[in-house]
C-alpha cells in the first residue's frame, strides 16, 4: 500500500508501515494515525517522540516496559501502566504506536 | 489448593462448551490468507524468490523428495482410514466450522495430489480414489488452509493409526517454500534471526541496554542487585529464551523470574547476543536446513562463552525443538557438562531448587490471583520434561502450586495431551491472520470461562512466548482484562523472597492493581 501526502506518493508494506523510514515527517505521522483512527494529541505525540528517539539511538523500538517507564516518568503514575498505553493506542503500543513514528514493525512472538 | 468461597460466582448463566461441534459452513475461511513472503526473505532462506515457471513440477517432485525420505510423510498420507476420530478436534475447525479445518480433509489437500502422482490408481484411476492434479486452485486451498494449522498435533492425539496432520503441514509448507510461495510472517523472521540473532531484530547494544534497564528495576523493588549477564564468557549457564522475553508484556516479567531463580541459586549465568531467539521458526515451514542453521547458531555461542549447561526459557516450540533436535542438529554438545540435562528446560531447573529448598518462597503473595494453567501445545504433545512420562503436565504445574495457593484446572478434555491450542501457533501469530487465530482461540476461551464461572478463576497461565502474546491479544474479546495472562516465572518471580530483600512500598506496585474478575460481563461473548 502506500499513502498520498501533499502530491506524493510514500511507499508502505501490506500493514501500512513505510518502507523508507527517512521519508518520515508530522504529517505523514498524522495521515497514518488517521487511518488507525488515532487523533493526535500531545500524549500521542510523546510516545511517538520517544519511539523515534529510542530508534535513533537503537535501530529498534524499545521494550514496552521501558517505554511504560518512559511515559511514567513524563506523564505520571497513573498514566505509566500498559492499560493506558493501550487507551492510547488500542492496537497495542508496540505496533500502533510503530506505525505512526515511521518504524519498522516489532516482528516475532510479540 | 485452597478452596474459597466465591462472592463473586456467576451462576445460572450458561458457557459454550468448548469442545461443541460448530455449525458447519463450507469454505468459511477459505479468504484467510497470510501476506506472503517477499523476494528477499525467501532467498535469504535458500528459496527462490517467487513463484517459480513450472511450479507444477517443482511442487510434485519435491513432494517426492519428502516421500522418499520422510518415511512418517509417506506412511501420513498412505495409512488414513477415515474413521472421523479427528474430524471435531481441531481448534480452528471447532472456531471456524469450515470443513476443511476438519484434520483429515487438510490432511487431503495434500494427499490427493500425492495420490495422482505417487500411487498407481491414483495415476490410473484418479476420480476413483479422490485424486487431483495440482492446479492453481489446489495450491491457493493449500496457501489457506495449511496457514489455518497451528502444528499443535491435538488431532493426532486422537487418530487411531497415528497420523500427524503437522506434519503434514510443515511438509506443504516446505513445498511451497520450494517453489518460492513462503509466508512473509515465518520468513521475514527466520531471515532476521540470521542476520542478528533474534526473531526481533535484537542487537546487541539495544539487548544489553534494555537488560541493565531490568537490573535497575529489579533493585529498586527488592534492594537486591540481581543481574541479567550478557555475553559473559565462562558462566556455567547459557540461557536460551524467546526474544519476546526481551521486549513483550508479560513475558519479561517471566525473564525476571528466571533472574531471581538464578540469583538464589547461586548458578553464574548468561544470555547470548548471538543466539538471543529460542523460537525457531524453521520447524513451522517444515525445513530442517533452516532450523539446523539456528541450532547450530546456540552450539557456537555455547562454545564461544565456555559455558557448561544450556537451560531454554518459556517457550513451547522452541522446546520442542531443543528437546527433539538440539543434538542432533545442533550438536554434538560433548563440551557442555554431561552431568546435567542436555538442554534442560527452566522449569527443571526451578523446580529442582524449590524441591532441594533453595528458594525461600512465599506463596501469599500471588493470593490475588486464581489461575488456571495452559499447557501448551508443543510441550504438551512434543517433548517431556524430568525424568517421568508426563513430566511436561506434571513439574509446570508442581511449581505453580509451590508459588500460589488458588490453583484450577479447566475441564479435562482440554488439557495435558488433549491441551487445546492458543490459536496463535505455527506460524500464524501475525496480524494478518487475527480472523482465524480469534477462531481458534475460543476453544480455549471458552474453557477458560467455565473455569471463571467455577472457580472464580481471573488469570491464565502459559509457558509459551506465543501462548502469552495470543492470550493478551484475545483474553480482551472474551471478556477477560489483557493483563489476565501470566508466565510461571512472573508468579515465582512475585513469590520469591531474595536474601536481603526490602520490598519497595506498595503503592508503587503494579502487582496490587489486580483488576477484579470480569464478572457477568465474560459470559455469551466471543461466541
Known sequence: MAYELNGATIEADEEGYITDLSVWNQDLAKLIAEDENIDMNDEHWE???????????????????????????????????????????????????????????????? | MVELVI?????????????????????????????????????????????????????????????????????????????????????????????????????????????????????????????????REVLDDWYSYYHQCS?????????????????????????????????????????????????????????????????????????????????????DILLITPSADFFAEPHIDGLIGYAKVFHAAGVSWTVSSYASEAANFGLFIGSQENTAILCKRIQKAAKDLGVKRIIFGECGHAWRVAYNFLNTLGGPFDFLDQNYPIPQHILEFTWDQIECGNLNLDKSRNDKFRLTFHDSCNVARASRMGDMPGGQFEIPRNVIKAVCNNYFEMPEETIKEKTLCCGGGGGLLTDDLMDIRKKGASPRMHAMQQVEQDHGVNHLVAICAICKTQFAKMLPEFGFERDAILSIHQLVSNAIILEGQIDEDDDDDDIDEIPEPPGASATGVGS
Open chain 2, 7 to 135: 462472592d463473586n460466582k456467576i451462576s445460572n448463566t450458561s458457557i459454550d462448551d468448548p469442545l461443541a461441534p460448530p455449525c458447519m459452513t463450507a469454505g468459511a475461511m477459505e479468504g484467510s490468507k497470510p501476506y506472503v513472503a517477499a523476494p528477499e526473505h525467501n532467498e535469504k532462506l535458500g528459496f527462490p524468490g517467487e513463484l517459480v515457471d513450472g511450479w507444477q513440477e517443482k511442487a510434485i517432485a519435491r513432494m517426492g523428495e519428502i516421500a522418499r525420505t520422510n518415511r512418517a510423510f509417506k506412511v501420513y498420507l498412505d495409512t488414513c482410514i477415515k474413521c472421523g476420530a479427528c474430524t471435531d478436534k481441531c481448534h480452528y475447525y471447532l472456531g471456524s466450522g469450515d470443513p476443511k479445518n476438519m484434520p483429515v480433509a487438510r490432511q487431503d489437500l495434500l494427499r490427493a495430489v500425492y495420490r495422482r502422482y505417487f500411487t498407481f490408481a491414483g495415476k490410473y484411476f484418479p476420480k476413483l480414489v479422490g485424486a487431483v492434479d495440482l492446479t
Open chain 1, 47 to 110: 510516545v511517538v517522540n520517544f519511539l523515534r528517539d529510542y530508534y535513533e539511538e537503537y535501530q529498534i523500538a524499545p521494550a514496552v516496559r521501558v517505554l511504560i517507564k518512559a511515559v511514567k516518568k513524563s506523564m505520571g503514575k497513573d498514566k505509566g501502566n500498559n492499560k493506558y498505553l493501550y487507551t492510547l493506542f488500542p492496537y497495542g503500543p508496540a505496533k500502533q504506536a510503530c506505525k505512526i513514528a515511521g518504524l519498522p514493525k516489532p516482528t516475532g512472538c510479540v
Open chain 2, 151 to 235: 502444528q499443535c498435533r491435538r488431532c493426532a492425539v486422537f487418530c487411531p493409526v497415528g497420523i500427524d496432520t503437522a506434519e503434514i503441514s510443515m511438509a506443504a509448507r516446505d513445498i511451497m517454500d520450494h517453489i518460492g510461495m513462503g509466508q512473509k510472517y515465518c520468513n521475514e523472521i527466520i531471515g532476521k534471526v540470521m542476520d542478528i540473532g533474534n526473531n526481533l531484530g535484537l542487537n546487541e547494544k539495544a539487548l544489553k541496554a534494555t537488560m541493565e534497564d531490568l537490573e535497575e528495576d529489579i533493585e529498586d523493588e527488592t534492594g537486591v542487585a540481581v543481574r541479567i549477564p550478557v555475553d559473559e564468557k565462562g558462566a
